[in-house]
């Protein structure tokens, strides 16, 4: 009787432990800030793509090697694959696609949290956005409406021509807030326009409700071969070994940096990532001081004569000239 009542404390011990998230909030700013300005329909892609990585590393090759494809004609060249409708909007975006293929553990850790804490998800993405614009980074441009939805942030294209854009997340945020916790470091790319139809986003960000809402079918869809978007496949990401942390929704005013946990479990956060003091390198590199040359001696100089120097007076030298001041 005591063995059974023992297992049945373990069960529930464990069942409340997978109730709670898995990562905490300086883990989900670093694993949201290379994303969260894009427009927000590129956001909700983003997001409902991370929870099918195999899938995005299958995107990711074919836009490799097709590298004149994209927007449309790249949608229409997909349409057969059997892939997500999320993964196959990538394909729109090569460039946005293959660095997400690069960060593997990003990538994962990303559908990890966004299956597991999609309204922590959400709340990141409003806190980065609201960094971005009290920092002058986040404004309407000739591309992109930038405007307040009661206390959300939205971000939209103005036209039918969509310019995914590179950012850097330690410049556009400010003085990057977390020692611990870094975003991973993207190669830069240039942004080029693309083309997209009316009905492109079939998916769009519900800053109220705090979801994706996904107008052809529901986001979280099990279909052959996936299960939970993929994550609990064989060879999918799991976290047995992290600690579980009740999330708490903290004011951004509130926030303070982690400085005694390092993120162990969670290498792939770091991986490409530059030094601890990569962001001060990277707004203000160190200046190379010159040794001060010596002032040129003056040709044809004539000795003379040392004069008594004054009470109270002062010689300066300058460009090798010497003055007298009284």
Same mark, same amino acid.
């Given at each position: 009787?005591?063995?059974?009542?023992?297992?049945?404390?373990?069960?529930?011990?464990?069942?409340?432990?997978?109730? +709670?998230?898995?990562?905490?909030?300086?883990?989900?700013?670093?694993?949201?800030?290379?994303?969260?300005? +894009?427009?927000? @329909? #590129?956001?909700? +892609? #983003?997001?409902?793509?991370? $929870?099918?990585?195999?899938?995005?590393?299958?995107?990711?090759?074919?836009? %490799?090697?097709?590298?004149?494809?994209?927007?449309?004609?790249?949608?229409?060249?997909?349409?057969?694959?059997?892939?997500?409708?999320? #993964?196959?909007?990538?394909?729109?975006?090569?460039?946005?696609?293959?660095?997400?293929?690069?960060?593997?553990?990003?990538?994962?850790?990303?559908?990890?949290?966004?299956?597991?804490?999609?309204?922590?998800?959400?709340? $990141?993405?409003?806190?980065?956005?609201?960094?971005?614009?009290?920092?002058? *980074?986040?404004? $309407?441009?000739?591309?992109?409406?930038?405007?307040?939805?009661?206390?959300?942030?939205?971000?939209?294209? %103005?036209?039918?021509?969509?310019?995914?854009?590179?950012?850097?997340?330690?410049?556009?945020?400010?003085?990057?807030?977390?020692?611990?916790?870094?975003?991973?470091?993207?190669?830069?790319?240039?942004?080029?326009?693309?083309?997209?139809?009316? @009905?492109?986003?079939?998916?769009?960000?519900?800053?109220?409700?705090?979801?994706?809402?996904?107008?052809?079918?529901?986001?979280?869809?099990?279909?052959?071969?996936?299960?939970?978007?993929?994550?609990?496949?064989? *060879?999918?990401?799991?976290?047995?070994?992290? #600690?579980?942390?009740?999330?708490?929704?903290?004011?951004?005013? =509130?926030?303070?940096?982690?400085?005694?946990?390092?993120?162990?479990?969670?290498?792939?956060?770091?991986?490409?990532?530059?030094?601890? *003091?990569?962001?001060?390198?990277? =707004?203000?590199? =160190? =200046?190379?001081?010159?040794? /001060?040359?010596?002032? %040129?001696?003056?040709?044809?100089?004539?000795?003379?004569?040392?004069?008594?120097? +004054?009470?109270?007076? %002062?010689?300066?030298?300058?460009?090798?000239?010497?003055? /007298?001041?009284?």
């Amino acid at each position: 009787m005591k063995i059974v009542i023992a297992l049945l404390a373990g069960l529930l011990l464990l069942g409340s432990a997978k109730a +709670q998230p898995l990562y905490d909030q300086a883990q989900l700013d670093a694993m949201l800030a290379p994303i969260a300005l +894009q427009p927000d @329909g #590129v956001v909700s +892609q #983003v997001l409902i793509a991370s $929870t099918y990585p195999d899938e995005v590393a299958a995107a990711a090759s074919w836009a %490799r090697a097709n590298p004149h494809m994209r927007g449309e004609d790249a949608l229409r060249a997909v349409q057969n694959e059997p892939w997500d409708p999320a #993964v196959k909007s990538l394909v729109a975006f090569p460039e946005l696609l293959i660095r997400m293929d690069e960060s593997p553990q990003w990538l994962r850790d990303l559908g990890q949290a966004f299956t597991q804490q999609e309204a922590q998800v959400m709340d $990141t993405v409003q806190g980065l956005r609201h960094r971005a614009q009290a920092a002058g *980074n986040l404004a $309407t441009t000739d591309q992109y409406s930038v405007y307040p939805e009661g206390e959300a942030i939205v971000v939209q294209p %103005r036209t039918q021509i969509v310019y995914v854009r590179y950012y850097d997340p330690y410049v556009v945020y400010g003085p990057w807030w977390w020692p611990h916790y870094r975003p991973v470091f993207w190669r830069p790319w240039a942004p080029r326009p693309v083309f997209i139809a009316h @009905g492109f986003w079939h998916s769009k960000p519900d800053w109220h409700r705090r979801h994706v809402h996904v107008v052809q079918r529901p986001v979280h869809v099990q279909r052959p071969g996936h299960v939970q978007h993929g994550l609990s496949k064989p *060879n999918g990401f799991s976290k047995p070994h992290v #600690v579980s942390k009740p999330y708490v929704r903290v004011p951004e005013s =509130q926030r303070r940096p982690i400085v005694q946990s390092a993120p162990i479990a969670h290498d792939g956060l770091r991986k490409n990532m530059p030094a601890a *003091n990569g962001f001060t390198q990277h =707004q203000r590199p =160190q =200046q190379q001081f010159r040794p /001060q040359t010596q002032a %040129r001696p003056q040709p044809q100089a004539r000795p003379q004569p040392q004069a008594r120097p +004054q009470p109270q007076q %002062r010689q300066f030298e300058s460009s090798g000239l010497r003055k /007298q001041r009284g």
